[in-house]
Each structure stands twice: as C-alpha cells, then as structure tokens.
C-alpha cells in the first residue's frame, strides 16, 4: 500500500471539516479530504498531548466474579450483559469476540428510550447509528469538554444540523476546564430504559475506530427505581450511586447544568445497592481540606486503604498516554503515585510494573502505524524520563487475541503472589499528573487538571480474582534490549504490515 498523498498533490479535495481537530486515522479518509498543512493524526491539538489519549485470545471471556448483575431478563428476552467485557474488535476469529461487546450489542440489549454520553470525542453521526432502529422519539444529551478533543462547538454544531425529521433530540452540555491543559476526558453513558436506569463506564471514544479497532474495556451495570414503599429513600449503603452523584455534581458549575441535574436525579431516585464496584472520580481544581481525597489518586488511596497486600504482590499499570512524570521516579510514579496504589501503606521494596507498546508493537498491529495515533506519547516527554523504560513491559494479549489490537484501555491492578488479582480498576485515566493530580504544598492541595472515570472492581470473597479478568497476559514480557516505547512525533521508515510508513504525509 502506498503512503496517503500529500496535501499538495491533491488540490481539489473538499477540506476536511475539523481541520486540526481532526480524530480520523483511516488512510482513506486521507485521500477524501484535505487537510491544514502539516497536519498529521495525532499531533499537538489545541494543548500538548503527553497527558492525554488523543486520537490523531483463545479463552473465552469470563465476567469478574463478583459483578453486579442486570434484573432478571427472562421475561424480555434479554441476555444479562453485566459486569466487565472486552469490546469487539473488527475481523478477529469469533472465539475472541464471543464475549465481547460493541456499542451497538449494549444499546439493543438496553432498548434505551433516552440517554446521556460525556465523552472526550464523539462522532454524533456514528453514535446515532448505533442505536435501534425505532420510530420512539430519543432525548439525548452529549457532554464534551469546552475545548480540547470533539469541544462543544463542534458537537453543538452537529446537533443543529440534524434534520428535523431526526428521531433525535440531541442537546450539548459543556465540562468547565479551569486548568491549562485539562480535558474532559470521561467515558461514560446512562441510559433510562424501561428496565431502569443502566451505567455503561468505558475506555472508548465515541468514534469508529475506537469501538472497532482498538482493545477497549466497558464495565456495565443497572438499576431499579427505589421502592415507593419506602419513600425516595435509597437502601442504607449505596455506595455506588453516592459515588456517582457526587461525580455528577461536579458539573454544578457548567453553564448547562439544568441538562445534566436531571439525570443526577434520576441516579438518585434508583437503587444501586447491588452494586458492589466503587467510583475513582478525577475533577479539575485545587482541592484542599475534605475534598483533597475526593479525587484523582488520593481518592483511590482512601479507598484501598483497607486492602491487605502481601510484600511479594505486584502493582500493574497499563495505559495509552504518558504525561511528564519528572526527572527520576520517586518525583511522582514511585512516590505518591504509587502510594496511592497501595493504599498509603510504605512502598518500600515496591516498583510498578507498567504496559505500554514498543515501536514495533504499533508496527505490527493490524492498523499498522496509524494505531500510534492513539498512544501520543511525545518524544520530548520521553527525553526528559529515560528512567521509565526499566518499568515498561510490551502489549501481549494472545489469551484474548488482542496483541496486535493496540489498546486504549486503560487498567490498573494488584496481582497477588499467587497469581490472583485482589483489584482491577478500570478508568479512562492515563499515566499523568494531569489525569491523577499532583500532591503540593506540603501535601495539604491536590491539584487536578482533567475530568476522569473509572470503576474499581474486587472480589466480594477476598479470594482473588482469576488473572484471565486481565486484558493482557500475566506474566508480563519486560522490554528487551532493541524494544523502544512508541513515541508519536517521529518518523519511521521501516514499512509497517499495510506497507505504510509515519508521519502518514
């Protein structure tokens, strides 16, 4: 295949409608549309990228044990789709996806009749079309970042140009970013059905390739309104649903906060009691006092505070972005970073093992360079650390046939000396200050730049869960002598599988 021609070569090509916002990587869209002059996908948008994930196998599945599940669904013919999954990737051998969702698996099976997605990009005409097809009139709200990413101008712009014979009634809600460099970088959607209400917590943008092309994860869970017997109160522990109000009040200070307030009522009027994972939530701000373990790291600090861990455990992290983490680790990886992993308890004698692809790792993919888009791990970042590659373990993921599906999951975990996995959590946070926040001023402020999500999931017995809940494989394949992290603001000219070279220009 050749390289995508040039923007010269090419004059008569209509413009591409986002210009330097553009999130496409498909080489075809290239040669569809023009594009401002040293563009390439996954350059420098509107803020650096070293914090934040812009665009540019044999096992079956199973669910984590200790998994919330869906009302029972016999009755409406409904398969119960609960818990953690692996989203499906477009041309694997069926037994890889055979418990693997896409988008449009969880909205048939949900039957939403409406919904809210805050996301970091969104395709709003991809994202229509993978709804139901049904004639029920759909109220949905997108929440996007003010800047940065889809912003809310492009979305709103979106919106308005539906047509008026759309099903949809989409309206935009914009996430303050009070902080240089934060974004808005959430991945989740409620969906009001008439089953309930249903959580839906991902990795994934809501893009095409994202949910086709790329190893994903997507944590799921519902529930019933409150029992009217007992008044609009909730059950006496609710610890899910009190995590995501509080979430969702953080967006008290967005200018359409009457759109997003509705559907804070709604968590409040349903019962998640059930639901057994927790919240760790990232706002941006300054946050002192009480709020300071509200959020960001020290947020998963205080609530892994009472997990016992056995000196011989491992720490994994395992992500698709790398923000400037200082110029030796105890600045903040193995400092309080990596505190936080251990619930406060001392580090010492403890180093994380981390996941991030290698050159060839994105060579060999089956998108080939183009994947790299996605991983925007910039060179002069990495200059700075050359300390992080002693921790850095390549992208293997054969149990699930996902080792040349470049991932934007995005994972943590403790793995027990026998091979359990005591937690996973789940989140859209990379490895960044940014996302996780920054201890200062003596430990007293945490300081955090962008909005983030994740779900925290254990098992109920305390046995451990089994290491095929992991979406690489244990145990993990340590950098070799040749093995360089892919940085994606330098050329390659060694061709990758589809005959391609980067920049794709």
């Known amino acids: 295949m050749s390289k995508v021609p040039a923007k010269d070569s090419l004059p008569d090509l209509p413009a591409c409608r986002y210009g330097r916002e553009c999130y496409r990587a498909n080489p075809l869209h290239f040669k569809q549309f023009s594009h401002p002059e040293g563009y390439m996908p996954g350059m420098k948008r509107s803020h650096p990228v070293d914090d934040d994930d812009k665009p540019s196998g044999s096992q079956k599945r ?34 890889h996806n055979s418990n693997a969702l896409s988008l449009s698996d969880i909205l048939r099976e949900i039957r939403p009749t409406s919904s809210i997605h805050f996301n970091f990009m969104i395709d709003l005409e991809w994202l229509l079309r993978q709804y139901p097809s049904s004639s029920s009139p759909h109220e949905m709200t997108l929440v996007v970042g003010e800047s940065s990413g889809t912003d809310y101008a492009h979305v709103n712009r979106d919106a308005q140009a539906l047509p008026s014979s759309s099903k949809f009634s989409v ?12 974004s808005h970088h959430t991945k ?9 209400l249903h959580v839906l917590i991902s990795t994934a943008n809501l893009i095409e390739r994202d949910w086709g092309e790329k190893t994903q994860g997507v944590f799921i869970c519902s529930a019933r309104p409150n029992d009217s017997t007992n008044g609009a109160a909730k059950k006496s522990v609710d610890n899910f649903g009190d995590d995501l109000v509080q979430y969702l009040n953080a967006y008290s200070n967005s200018k359409e906060w009457t759109l997003i307030k509705e559907w804070c009522d709604a968590v409040s009027a349903h019962d998640f009691s059930s639901v057994k994972a927790r919240l760790i939530a990232s706002v941006p701000g300054y946050h002192r006092a009480n709020d300071r373990d509200k959020w960001g790291h020290m947020r998963l600090r205080t609530t892994l505070r009472s997990v016992d861990r056995d000196q011989r455990c491992h720490l994994v992290g395992q992500f698709s972005s790398i923000g400037s983490l200082g110029a030796k680790p105890e600045t903040w990886v193995c400092g309080q970073f990596l505190r936080s992993l251990v619930g406060g308890q001392p580090t010492t004698n403890c180093r994380p093992l981390l996941i991030y692809p290698t050159v060839n790792d994105v060579r060999n993919s089956l998108e080939g360079y183009i994947a790299g888009a996605s991983l925007p791990y910039q060179s002069k970042t990495a200059d700075r650390q050359p300390w992080l590659r002693s921790l850095l373990h390549r992208w293997r993921s054969d149990s699930h046939g996902r080792s040349r599906a470049m991932p934007h999951i995005k994972s943590y975990a403790l793995i027990t000396a026998d091979d359990k996995v005591r937690w996973m959590l789940l989140t859209s946070a990379n490895l960044s200050k940014a996302a996780w926040g920054e201890l200062q001023k003596s ?3 945490l300081m955090i730049r962008s909005y983030e999500l994740g779900v925290l999931l254990e098992d109920d017995q305390h046995a451990g869960m089994d290491t095929k809940v992991l979406p690489y494989d244990w145990p993990l394949t340590k950098y070799d002598g040749d093995d360089r992290p892919w940085v994606t603001d330098v050329k390659y000219s060694a061709p990758d599988v589809l005959g391609m070279t980067w920049p794709p220009h």
């Open 188 to 196: 989740m959607s409620l969906l009001k059905s008439t089953d309930g």
């Open 171 to 182: 309206k935009v809600a914009r996430a303050r970013l009070f902080l240089q460099y934060g």
């Open 62 to 95: 199973a669910n984590i044990a200790t998994a919330p599940q869906l009302p029972a669904n016999g009755a409406n013919g409904r398969r119960d789709i609960a818990g953690f999954h692996l989203t499906k990737v477009l041309g694997l051998p069926a037994e």
């Open 443 to 445: 430990d007293t402020q």
